[in-house]
């Protein structure tokens, strides 16, 4: 028999793919929306309404950079009225004056900014935008001023690794409480531009120990969590907490995913907020029940001691790399074709450096078909 | 490295409260209190919740300690230790403020 089915914790919203950045490792899908798929106000408050009566505590408000909603605000006065936590993701970049301080007022309990370097000229070259780097700090600044709580995410590959004890130090200047070293995983664009994006193994140690530091240095004062990077992994991250588990996320037409990727995977078939309730997505919708729980699992995973620590590790990355959305996580140590990730990260230092050679997020960038390329068998 | 804050060490004279991003709240899908914080949720057990919910930034951490033993019908030199040992693990997950 399969897992019990448990009520979800957890529900990311992207309520838009438009953003004024292009991050080449953006977790939004290669094909983009455009704004007239976006769900409207009510479909998304209704929404929020079904979460909060299914058991749905937290809601994380993301894109796509969610302040270009000129209806977030609302949004988030629907969910703090369902004592739903509510934490917004944003890039902190071109936010109207007077919104943040809307946002608090309305009941935003959390807001997570992003930085892509520590260094101003890093953040512009990555996000593609120059100036961006100023006004996050500015967001920074205002969002504390009207008494928010801020974690900053930063987003760690092979041109801002060498960053880390800076962003450590922004983070702290910026009175976060939090900060995420999160490196990036390859998805989406990123997987797109793996080769350009990928650290060595040098860098990545280097990262860990100067992470291990601070961590101690700064219990108290600041939390640190540390997204490691897969590829130099023994075991896989336990991803979204196990498939369809305790979280799920909508996309901007109101698709409700078990991931961020899980459209990558082609056998899956996902449903539609509006065409079901959002309970009966949860319960019973195929793309949900696919990997729910163990009873997918083949060898080695299924006999695996870890199968209910990690469950199975990531589905996207084992599509995309093993071929077979139901293999072990390649992650994983026990993974018969684990030694790929290493020879993967060997054959991305080969790769040209600097953005000249970046596919940039956005629409028409790229199609699906130029951005799976991968070494793996089909 | 210009370190802003410091790290609040529990004592018997603070008086802890949860910070603005860390809030209780019963969840009746699940009957049970939860801890709501950035990016987790906890499920604390009976002891916990109550020591918790005596974190109003006014009772000191003695008069807490008082209370729970008042509650358990023990001893406050027995739960003291465990008391302020559960509030600085709090403190330094950044969950309750001293």
């Keep these: 028999m399969n897992a019990p089915l448990l009520p979800p914790i957890g529900m990311l919203a992207e309520l838009t793919h438009r953003c004024p950045l292009q991050c080449p490792y953006c977790s939004n899908p290669l094909e983009l929306l455009k704004a007239n798929h976006e769900l409207d106000t009510q479909t998304w408050l209704d929404l929020f309404s079904q979460a909060a009566d299914l058991g749905v505590l937290q809601v994380h408000l993301s894109g796509g950079e969610p302040t270009l909603r000129r209806d977030l605000e609302q949004l988030i006065a629907g969910l703090s009225a369902r004592s739903v936590y509510t934490n917004l993701i944003t890039a902190g970049v071109g936010i109207a004056e007077g919104r943040i301080e809307a946002f608090a007022e309305a009941g935003l309990d959390h807001l997570q900014l992003s930085f892509q370097g520590a260094r101003p000229a890093t953040t512009d070259r990555i996000g593609n935008h120059r100036g961006s780097h100023e006004k996050k700090l500015e967001t920074a600044r205002r969002a504390r001023a009207a008494g928010l709580p801020l974690t900053i995410n930063a987003p760690v590959h092979r041109h801002n690794i060498e960053e880390v004890p800076e962003f450590i130090d922004l983070a702290l200047s910026l009175d976060a409480e939090r900060l995420e070293i999160a490196n990036v995983q390859y998805a989406g664009w990123a997987l797109a531009n793996r080769d350009r994006l990928m650290p060595d193994l040098a860098a990545v140690n280097r990262q860990a120990d100067i992470v291990t530091a601070a961590r101690e240095r700064l219990a108290g004062i600041m939390n640190i969590d540390f997204v490691t990077p897969d590829y130099f992994a023994v075991y896989p991250k336990p991803c979204m907490g196990g498939w369809a588990r305790d979280a799920f996320m909508v996309a901007p037409d109101g698709t409700v995913l078990p991931c961020h990727a899980a459209q990558t995977i082609p056998s899956l078939r996902f449903e539609r907020f509006g065409d079901r309730r959002l309970a009966e997505i949860w319960a019973d919708s195929p793309a949900f029940s696919a990997f729910r729980g163990t009873d997918w699992m083949q060898e080695p995973c299924r006999s695996c001691e870890r199968r209910e620590i990690d469950w199975g590790g990531c589905r996207c990355q084992a599509m995309a790399i093993a071929g077979d959305a139901a293999a072990t996580d390649p992650a994983c140590i026990k993974s018969p074709i684990h030694k790929r990730m290493a020879m993967l990260t060997d054959a991305a230092q080969a790769a040209p450096e600097g953005n000249e050679s970046f596919i940039f997020r956005r629409i028409g960038a790229t199609t699906p078909r130029d951005a799976r390329t991968d070494h793996g068998p089909r | ?98």
């Excluded at chain 2, 991003?21 to 919740?49: C, G, M, T």
């Design chain 2, 1 to 98: 490295m210009t370190a802003l804050r410091e790290r609040a060490i529990v004592s018997l004279r603070s008086a802890p409260s949860l910070p603005r991003h860390v809030r209780i709240q019963y969840d009746p899908v699940r009957q049970a209190f939860a801890v709501l914080s950035p990016e987790k949720v906890f499920w604390p057990n009976e002891i916990s919740l109550d020591i918790l919910r005596r974190c109003d930034g006014r009772s000191t951490v003695e008069r807490i300690i008082a209370d729970i033993a008042a509650d358990y019908d023990s001893d406050p030199e027995d739960v003291a230790a465990d008391v302020i040992a559960f509030l600085q693990e709090w403190s330094d997950k950044l969950l309750v403020k001293l």
